[in-house]
């Protein structure tokens, strides 16, 4: 029989309600100990119903894959809840904190904006949020208007509004917030992209500012009240909180956002470990030499939950544990004939239920019935006819695993929920980018070819049961509804656009990297700079057609993007200072001409299938790829 409960989440639950003590803060010693405990989630990017989890279970000894329906809002919301309730009971002191990014990722977004994520967060007893960069995505008024209607604080310490006549007047937009805990003071401060006008919309008048020097600055003024036990929730992603770890006194728990990072171990369940660079709840030292600080982050697209527990002594952290915790259902599907996923027998749904139940970072998780009903009866009604709408159909002959699916990678080598594809980069990317191309010209624009940036393609173009759906594209694929644009540039600045935005995705920024269309090239990694692109040839028909030539340097050539990279943002800064004309906006959106380029293969009688990226990749020494390389076989 299946457990109920989050174990993962219960069985290391020292929580208590927000104005309760821990039993250990009694201390009469000179010592003052005190025990905290965080829940928290991060980029739950409009996931309000469960998304597919595979994971590898141990049945008869074996391996045994499975895939189940994962997260979602209610089973988050079943979650914190049951970790609320058991600080009541426990007498602990709790907090529950989001990291940032509920805007986006789901047709529930695109409909709804953020109302939907008011209603359901504000039901989740969440205490603070750090505001995402996709809070910004259509501009400052849908987060004005979520900041008004939530139960519970958005913070954002180097956030000045000062200067917007409308953001400045939000209350409920802060640097800092101070819990008391029966005399203990526990401070909570924000921190947002300080680069957040690159890769958003927020409103001109807003002014990001340093995130070192406004985290030491907020630490300093937060032990000036008299608070000495500090956490900072952010969003600026898992490498920036280290650097924050290492350049800020002061700092005692982040709680991290934006890196989609699932820290911790989970070779258990087949799935590796989260990250390379820290473990779950790792301690990073100071700069002073002697103060610690612990990071934790929670994945995304509300599939887990993270549970820390925390002691302090004299105000300094002294401990600091936990983990993560996949929320799942039962509904386990297997390929025993391995071609198609079917439910499992009487026999294995029993030992693969026994087998997730004695784990630590996965469960089996019921639904909040309030969320669920909320989201069926009042947000379901209105996509659904939208949604269902299949456009045609997707097939990849060189995927062994689902055929059914053009996988997507922002840099090649590194998997995100697909192959790692590290020579070739994105499936997807291909193709969205051959899809500006074909809708530009259809319309008489003469694009030469297309080049965009990964991480506006959001997901690896996946077809349901039926086919690929409308739904899908613009809920899934290319939810930011960026309008389609053309830059003029000349091949050697083309040549040095891809070498530049390439470089500052290893670096700085992993969703600048280009994907394209109609150009072929080696990115020679090992290569010095300023000869790392090879080989740049010009493909009018596309690379699978052939008939590529030797792109030239003092030729101008039109490029189709979409126009917020067109504007120079997200490292691509060469298309706002080397254009040889303005940008030309076209007046339509990626998705929609995604959804008429698929339509239009799907009355000639054709799939959208795996193309020719155009793409070698030849990696930098220093440059981590998967180890293993996951689907090698659909490396092509």
Not at 317 to 322: D, R, S, V, Y
Not at 545 to 554: Q, Y
């Amino acid at each position: 029989m299946k457990k109920t409960l989050i174990k993962g989440l219960v069985a290391t639950a020292v929580v208590t309600a927000l104005t309760a003590c821990g039993s250990d803060n009694d201390d009469t010693s000179s010592v003052n100990k005190f025990d905290l405990t965080i829940a928290h989630i991060n980029d739950t990017h409009s996931s309000f119903d469960p998304t597919s989890f595979d994971f590898t279970a141990q049945v008869n000894s074996a391996d045994f894959a499975v895939r189940t329906s994962a997260g979602g809002y209610p089973r988050v919301a079943t979650a914190l809840k049951t970790a609320r309730a058991a600080a009541d009971d426990a007498d602990k002191p709790f907090l529950a904190l989001h990291g940032g990014d509920a805007f986006q990722g789901s047709l529930y977004f695109n409909v709804l904006k953020g109302a939907g994520n008011a209603t359901l967060l504000r039901e989740m007893g969440l205490d603070a949020m750090a505001i995402g960069n996709h809070e910004f995505d259509l501009g400052n008024e849908p987060l004005i208007e979520f900041a008004n209607k939530v139960n519970f604080p958005i913070l954002a310490a180097n956030l000045d509004t000062s200067a917007d006549s409308q953001m400045g007047d939000v209350t409920n937009i802060m640097p800092y917030m101070v819990k008391e805990f029966n005399g203990e003071q526990v401070g909570i401060f924000g921190l947002v992209l300080e680069d957040m006008e690159t890769i958003s919309s927020p409103g001109e008048d807003l002014v990001f500012n340093n995130e070192i020097e406004t985290a030491q600055a907020t630490v300093d003024t937060l032990k000036d009240l008299g608070v000495d036990k500090v956490i900072m929730v952010s969003h600026i992603g898992l490498d920036r909180d280290i650097l924050i770890a290492s350049n800020v006194n002061g700092v005692d728990v982040i709680v991290g956002g934006h890196s989609h990072t699932l820290l911790g171990d989970f070779t258990n369940i087949g799935n590796g470990n989260g990250s390379a660079t820290a473990g779950y709840a790792e301690m990073f030292t100071n700069p002073n030499g002697t103060t610690k600080t612990c990071i934790v982050q929670a994945g995304d697209v509300a599939q887990a939950v993270g549970q820390v527990d925390v002691s302090f002594e004299n105000g300094e952290i002294t401990a600091c544990e936990g983990n993560n915790t996949l929320l799942i259902d039962n509904d386990f599907q297997h390929k025993y004939d391995g071609d198609n996923r079917v439910v499992l027998t009487e026999a294995d749904q029993a030992s693969t239920e026994a087998f997730v139940n004695e784990q630590n970072n996965i469960a089996f998780t019921e639904e909040d019935a309030l969320l669920r009903n909320i989201i069926d009866i009042d947000y379901k009604p209105l996509i659904e006819e939208f949604e269902g709408k299949v456009i045609g159909q997707v097939f990849d002959a060189n995927d062994p695993t689902d055929s059914g699916m053009l996988d997507h990678v922002r840099q090649p080598g590194v998997a995100r929920k697909g192959a790692s594809l590290p020579v070739t980069g994105s499936e997807a990317g291909a193709q969205v980018a051959a899809s500006m191309v074909w809708k530009l010209n259809k319309q008489g624009y003469g694009v030469d070819m297309a080049i965009t940036n990964t991480g506006g393609v959001r997901n690896s173009i996946v077809a349901g049961p039926e086919g690929l759906t409308a739904g899908y594209v613009v809920g899934s694929l290319l939810y930011f509804n960026n309008e389609l644009a053309i830059v003029e540039l000349s091949g050697a600045d083309i040549t040095l656009l891809l070498e530049d935005t390439i470089n500052y995705s290893l670096t700085t920024s992993s969703g600048s990297f280009p994907t394209f269309a109609n150009i072929e090239f080696t990115f020679n990694g090992l290569a010095s700079v300023g000869e790392q692109i090879e080989s740049l040839n010009v493909c009018p028909d596309g690379v699978a057609v052939g008939s590529c030539t030797a792109i030239e340097d003092d030729t101008t050539y039109k490029i189709a993007t979409n126009a917020y990279i067109a504007g120079g943002k997200d490292g691509y800064e060469i298309f706002d200072t080397k254009k040889q004309s303005e940008v030309v906006l076209s007046g339509f959106i990626d998705n929609e001409s995604m959804i008429e380029y698929v339509e239009a293969l799907t009355t000639e009688g054709k799939k959208l299938v795996e193309i020719p990226t155009g793409l070698t990749f030849i990696a930098p020494a220093d440059f981590n790829i998967d180890d293993p390389i996951i689907k090698p076989e659909d490396n092509q």
